[in-house]
DNA sequence: GAGTGGTCTAGACCACGAG
DNA sequence: TCGTGGTCTAGACCACTCA
């Protein structure tokens, strides 16, 4: 038999939706993106359960195999996590982790340790041109300005700057302290349904400006390091840039390289 | 139709080989991991092409989308590369600037330049326990260190601790500086017939030995970074590691992270 | 034009998880 | 026991490369 591509849905109950993305591209290519837009909507959250492979397939009038295919390449990608004989689920990504696990900070079984983190100081500004380059604005943007100090037993150990588009964040701005809680990502889940799904990095080791050796308690001469990190949503658009700095000889890092 | 498996070649001209690993594996992991050890042991070489996937499929006994999901999982792993219309060929990876990138030695244009490469010493050793264990060796087995010095404008820039098993590297004690060139992996594949796929570094920061900074010529109360290195063949065998040191200011690294 | 990988379809049976 | 994902098969047509 050879179909191109099936007749549309003909007056049934549940036709077929829409696909995202250009009529050129690959099927699966287009199932893919719509998913990952549902996921960046919150129409799929976290923890849940996608329909099975063969209901995904009938909801959007494709074959078995492509819409295997499309799912496929979201667990690849990360977004989805298969469990056999359970289902199909949206993964919730640990980026908190990625940066702390840079630095020596464990407890006497060798786990990491959460920080206590302190927000200096939360600032509406206008987006420069570098800065409007990475969230894809415009220069001149609102932005949110988080400044934030992290703490193991009580010292300072990391000094950060968090960038945030204004038109996603603003909630961001009014709540206390205790709500936002330790780590930034949750919260930006819970109150602004924004999720971090990708995140690129840039590490560089410098001397230290006097006002971060300051803040991080560092002779004026000491070496730091510094993480820019760009984070983005499910669908891969920047939501993110922070510049955190911590002292030189704390850090670690390990990589797989294919 | 419903067939498990074909019945075996039944006396055909080119009849099925038989495929790696446990029998209660699935066929395209089996298939994956066959030709997998071909490109280990010299059989497919780099640059290479494979057979098109239906005569892979023949060859092998499987149907064409069996052969195709083992190709398309060695194209994950970057082991081969697919052209559309052309073929699917083996790749060389190219690992030597994975670490050179991490510093900034760059010429007027912002390219990467290859340093100067300076063999110190070459020595056979027996393996410590630590080292035993990331080659996969028995402690006491013999290695081949090599302590090498890479240069850029006739300047030290990093000194590197390289520890290859003796049994497949030999052959490098004995060859002319000049023969080896700057690039050990190209000697390792000329010479050894070892091709390096896979790699996992660490890398930590601290202060410089006193023998490290005198070779970098660094202030003796300096900064380096600890490269450590294990490098592997396309069968994930681990067949070098190295330990490299170089001033943590000229470090830089990026990364994506999902 | 011949041969390659890329996409899409269709459907069978197996292995696993949860109730 | 039922529904899920995992594996495997079979074959069509399209898009691309290269001689």
Redesign the pocket.
Known sequence: ??????EQSAGTATGPEDLDGDV???????LQTTIARKISSGEYKPGF?????????RIY?????????A??EL?NEGLLE???????FVRRPDFNNSMLRFFHFRDAHGHQLTPESRIVSRHVEKASGALAAHLALSAGDKVIHLRRLRLWDGKPRLIEDIYLPFALFHPILDLPEDVIGPLLYPAYEAHCSQLVSFVKEEITITDAEAEDAAALDLPSNDMVVTIDRLAMNPSHAPIEWRRSRGEARRFHYAVDIT
Chains 1, 2 share one sequence.
Request: hydrophobic share 40%; no cysteine.
């Open positions: 038999m050879v179909v191109k591509r099936r050129h591209l690959p099927l699966y290519r287009r359960a996608l329909p099975a492979e063969l209901e995904v397939a009038d494709v074959a078995p195999g492509t819409a295997r295919k799912i496929e667990v298969r469990r056999h004989g359970a289902g199909t």
